[in-house]
């Protein structure tokens, strides 16, 4: 069964590659906070989920984001772009790093999580996990003078980033269904983030020798292989 974990202080990557600190953007351009940490599978070392501190505009602080939605913003360098506006992220039930330490906890954490993404302003499809597109007002650079681009560049970047963001597919958050999309981010997400992984992954033994249940689960093989040999099959 898959075992998630964050990373909190510990660093599997040279710091120009840390994905952490990058800022994350939603519909209009508006700053939605920065990338705090990550929750990653501690059996493969794939980032499921990044932590977004709001640096205090959501009343929880912190909100999590299926990585899968996450595009590199090209009006931001080495920064992302998510498909949601502040009034959706703020139909998401509360994050809280401590219900990681149970399975059960972050079960029903994960299913009220899901629920939240088929209610309200964020729709799906009949039948479909594909989130309706949204309607021309709501998207980056549709209103308001801030939000509008200036510029035959900026206005690509603008297209671009709304592009990405709204981009169909495998890269769709799962209305509904027991299992979340768990395959990393397929493309889109630039060379920072492409490092952060790979450095996770290959370093993934090392981040995760601290962690209680990873260490409980080696020490179980460990005495199997040891009854193995003793009984001598």
Known sequence: MAHYGTLRNVFPS???????GAHVYGKQD?????????????????????????GGWLSSKKFILPANQLSESARHEHDYVVDLGQDQIEKFPAYSEQDLESEESW???????????????????EGSSRAITPPPQDMAGATGPKAAPSGPREVE?????????????????PASGRELDRNPVPGSVGSRWEAFQESLRNRRKEVTSSC??????ADTATGGERNTRGTGT
Do not use: M
């Open 30 to 54: 508006k700053k939605l906070g920065k990338i705090a940490d990550v929750i990653f599978d501690h059996n493969n070392g794939n980032i499921i989920y990044v932590v977004v501190d709001t």
């Open 107 to 125: 079960d029903l954490y994960e299913n009220r999580y899901r629920d939240s993404w088929s209610e309200g302003s964020i729709l799906h499809r």
């Open 14 to 20: 040279a710091a120009t590659d840390d994905i952490r």
């Open 212 to 217: 209680p249940q990873c260490g409980k689960s």
């Open 157 to 173: 970047n603008a297209e671009a980033d709304l592009e990405a963001a709204s981009a169909p597919g495998d890269r769709v958050f």
